[in-house]
């Protein structure tokens, strides 16, 4: 099958909160292949340690690649310990010049408790202006959603939670299994 006539891979929105003191990421577990689920339960978040630090990252994308350029930050939080903005700077530039890591297809969120990021393979390292970060097929639709509920008294998972809850509702490659982490300063 020509590259042109492959349906493609989508089902994923990942969400990053940040609210008083705690920043969660939440993933839902749906891919599809075209118009097919074929996995409901996928894990697209996780947390990662580096030298005693940890980092929570959630991806949107290319499994593969994405678990390529999560080795790779891993690698850039060994070198660079509590520093995640330049971690994400760093693989971001190798990303965007590396002709191996150019064909990778993924985006990350990933967050240290203090600083919540978005990492693209163009070579942006992007921090939100309203705390809220969202990637995926449904990315916008949680992204709308938890915009309207941050100034509500709930916290930032629940803000995940009911985010995404909007988003698998609107979005037909989200569902609702969420995988959800948090982590504070």
């Known amino acids: 099958m020509a590259d042109n006539q492959f349906p493609g891979w989508h089902g994923t929105t990942i969400i990053g909160v940040k609210k008083d003191d705690e920043v969660v990421i939440a993933g839902d577990g749906q891919v599809s292949l075209g118009q097919t689920v074929i996995k409901g339960t996928a894990r697209k978040v996780r947390r990662l340690s580096a030298g005693g630090y940890d980092v929570v990252a959630g991806f949107a994308g290319s499994t593969a690649d994405a678990f390529t350029l999560l080795e790779r930050l891993e690698a850039k939080l060994e070198a660079t310990p509590g520093q995640l903005a330049r971690a994400s700077v760093e693989l971001a ?76 509702d609107i979005c037909v490659y989200t569902n609702g299994r969420l995988t959800v982490e948090s982590i504070s300063p």
């Open 93 to 168: 530039k190798d990303w965007r010049t590396d002709k191996y890591l150019q064909k990778l297809e993924a985006m990350l969120i990933v967050t240290d408790g203090t600083d919540l990021l978005v990492i693209t393979g163009a070579g942006d390292v992007l921090e939100p202006e309203h705390e809220v970060a969202a990637i995926g097929s449904g990315g916008n639709f949680a992204l709308a959603a938890a915009r309207a509920m941050m100034d509500s008294d709930k916290s930032a998972e629940q803000v995940a939670r009911d985010a995404m809850a909007i988003a698998a």
